[in-house]
């Protein structure tokens, strides 16, 4: 079996579940993404500026539509049942608007939209439910994550089952599953590490190919098109011309998202909200930004502690809490399924871990905890409004799966490598396989039976 085709049976059809089974407008801040689509495929790449504020205008059936979800779980049913898609497929458009706030959205370009804007635009220029627009657009989502990955694992050079374990782990996939820029930039990142193994091998790369990567990294959402660094860092260790070109082409894509994260996280940017509870906060980066200038060395060991002390979280997140309803699975399943998923990888990417030394590891090892770093402060600037960090690892669980396939290669134990070889390969492939299922079939079972009168967020 091939890591290509393994990412493809396992990631399409639990992809497929969780684009049609999990409960509407119920992934990470899907609803705010939603209406971003919704008025880019009416036409608008941006938020616009109305008499309400700056935004999107939209059907109003689409905002009365998620009311059905708060009815559902008020009445003591299941999140996701034959009763709430019967009443979201009335919900039609009827000519009444209503303004949504999307100014969170301008964090990321119209690329990270782009997907699920092309998978939606027929449903909406046909005045479609909103149900059929979510779905069009999810699996529009879907489908570019997994057309992204697939070429990804199919051309890196090495730690191509690190690519296929990231691009498969449960969250990864509900993000990618859902309306959001987050499954595009997950991909993004999955195709800048695979074309930087490439470099690493001495490939000489078309110019086409570094412009691919680099670029739509760089307009992906922020802050992951720092992962570019990885190709000066490259040049800088071992100076051929295949890796200089890499590192001028990533150079100014890292330039370029620079400039674009800055121009985006203007005044006009505000946080998103969490879950369906709406959390107001008093938006102030100047004043946060300040904040932890004047505080760094605080900060960061704030931020080393916060990961410490919250890993316990990150982890049930990672595999339990794909949306809005946290999976029905004992607390210890979670920790169980990452061990055998690091023992999978020692096993299948043992040959490629072991040539990742010295200099170079201890670079990817330092880059990722730097990144860490980078996004708990993103966090503290833009999503709390408080003097201290008492929040800032409130979405890490999220914010840092995406770098899951760094943290695996530079992370790994190189010493466990020899007690991961004498397991059979075969087991190792079957637990590639059956770790995704495991955490996304226990979320399906809850969306469809168990998760009556469980709390929301």
């Excluded at 085709?5 to 059809?13: E, F, M, S, T, W």
């Excluded at 009416?42 to 504020?53: C, F, I």
Aim: charged share 15%; net charge neutral.
């Amino acid at each position: 079996v091939t890591p290509q085709r393994l990412l493809l049976a396992v990631g399409l059809p639990l992809g497929l579940l969780i684009a049609l089974l999990s409960p509407a407008w119920t992934g990470y801040d899907e609803f705010t993404h939603f209406a971003r689509v919704v008025d880019m495929a009416q036409g608008n790449l941006e938020p616009v500026a109305t008499a309400e504020g700056i935004g999107s205008v939209i059907p109003s059936v689409h905002r009365e539509a998620t009311g059905q979800i708060i009815l559902d779980h008020q009445a003591g049913r299941a999140p996701w049942t034959p009763t709430s898609v019967r009443a979201l497929l009335q919900h039609r458009p009827d000519g009444r608007t209503v303004f949504v706030d999307t100014r969170p959205t301008s964090a990321s370009t119209p690329l990270g939209y782009l997907p699920a804007t092309i998978g939606a635009f027929v449903p909406v220029r046909t005045n479609a439910p909103g149900l059929a627009v979510l779905w069009a657009g999810r699996l529009a989502s879907l489908a570019a994550y997994l057309g992204i990955a697939w070429w990804a694992v199919s051309t890196a050079a090495a730690f191509r089952w690190s690519l296929v374990v990231a691009a498969t782990l449960p969250l990864n996939l509900a993000l990618a599953s859902s309306v959001s820029p987050d499954g595009l930039t997950v991909a993004a990142v999955l195709l800048a590490v695979a074309t930087w193994t490439r470099v690493e091998a001495g490939e000489q790369l078309p110019i086409r190919v570094l412009l691919a990567s680099c670029l739509m990294l760089a307009l992906a959402k922020p802050p992951y098109f720092l992962v570019l660094a990885l190709f000066p860092a490259s040049a800088i260790l071992d100076r051929t011309a295949g890796r200089i070109r890499a590192a001028l082409v990533a150079g100014g894509a890292l330039l370029l998202g620079l400039v674009t994260t800055v121009a985006n996280s203007s005044e006009n940017y505000q946080a998103a909200t969490i879950t369906m509870r709406v959390q107001e906060i008093h938006f102030q980066p100047d004043v946060q930004l300040d904040r932890l200038m004047s505080d760094l060395p605080g900060f960061l060991w704030t931020a080393v502690d916060t990961w410490i002390t919250e890993y316990r979280f990150y982890v049930q997140g990672w595999f339990r809490q794909l949306g809005f309803w946290e999976a029905d699975l004992p607390a210890v399943v979670p920790w169980m399924l990452l061990v055998v998923l690091a023992a999978a990888i020692l096993r299948l990417d043992g040959d490629d871990l072991r040539g990742l030394v010295g200099v170079r590891r201890t670079m990817v090892a330092f880059g990722v905890g730097a990144l860490l770093v980078a996004i708990y402060a993103v966090s503290y600037v833009y999503f709390t409004d408080r003097a201290d960090y008492g929040h800032i690892g409130l979405q890490m669980a999220r914010y840092a799966l995406p770098l899951a396939v760094l943290a695996a290669v530079a992370w790994s134990p190189r010493a466990l490598i020899p007690a991961a070889g004498r397991i059979d390969r075969r087991w190792a492939l079957v637990a590639v396989a059956l770790v995704p299922t495991v955490g996304i079939g226990a979320s399906v079972v809850t969306w469809l039976w168990t998760g009556a009168n469980t709390p929301l967020g």
